[in-house]
């Protein structure tokens, strides 16, 4: 089985600065017969379901602002937040597609300096 | 605008059968482009992929070998929803379950979340 490790567990960033977030699966999700990374990132707020944020480790989904981009590939991602707004207040997962069982990272709990 | 309705009680004692449904709008559990899993949320465990089920010219199932209690997803394709049965439920599965719609031919991304259903294990 795929292991998503995520780090840190937990980030404070101030308004306005960068948040990044690191993602590792133990093996390869990039599948080389259409050269694309089975990566998917998740935004969760409290009481509420996540939210898909990012599929193919770099395309935003629909309505998502573009201050969230993905990037990497193979075993090593990266989701950043390019200048943290109040509403990013929450706990963020990685999730491997590329085969099952479908795994997630354990989370990093982002808040507000 | 596809959304998902979930069914099912919200305390189960132990040694019996959780059973959740989840109703589709918007999609149909038979397109050939969705597959339909249940996710389940602990403190404990995270996010745990239970299953799947999904239609590519045939039914398939693909399930968490990991989950100690039985697992069985089964479509409904004349109500079109899905449904979770967990058989000889311990503490260990409570949790907040989620039905969710993955999109892709291949491997699927999840893109529609079900609210969540909070199931408690207890006598």
């Known amino acids: 089985d795929i292991v998503m490790t995520q780090s840190p567990d937990s980030l404070a960033v101030s308004l306005g600065e960068r948040a990044t977030i690191n993602c590792k699966s133990s093996q390869s999700v990039l599948y080389i017969s259409d050269n694309k990374n089975y990566l998917a990132w998740y935004q969760q707020k409290p009481g509420q379901p996540p939210k898909l944020l990012i599929y193919?480790?770099?395309t935003r989904e629909s309505g998502v602002p573009d201050r969230f981009s993905g990037s990497g590939s193979g075993t090593d991602f990266t989701l950043t937040i390019s200048s943290l707004q109040a509403e990013d207040v929450a706990v963020y997962y990685c999730q491997q597609y590329y085969i099952t069982p479908l795994a997630f990272g354990q989370g990093t709990r982002l808040e507000i300096k | 605008q596809v959304q998902l309705q979930q069914s099912g009680p919200g305390l189960v004692k132990p040694s019996q059968t959780l059973s959740l449904t989840c109703a589709i709008s918007g999609d149909s559990v038979s397109s050939s482009s969705s597959t339909w899993n249940w996710i389940r949320q602990s403190p404990t465990r995270g996010l745990e992929w239970l299953g799947r089920t999904y239609f590519r010219s045939k039914w398939y199932n693909d399930y968490a070998l990991s989950v100690k209690s039985p697992i069985t997803i089964n479509p409904d394709t004349s109500k079109n929803q899905f449904s979770l049965r967990l058989d000889s439920v311990t503490p260990e599965d409570t949790a907040v379950y989620y039905c969710?719609?993955?999109?892709?031919?291949?491997?699927?991304?999840?893109?529609?979340w079900g609210k969540g259903t909070t199931v408690t294990v207890s006598s």
């Open positions: 193919w480790a770099s």
């Open positions: 969710v719609r993955g999109l892709g031919t291949g491997g699927s991304y999840m893109d529609v």
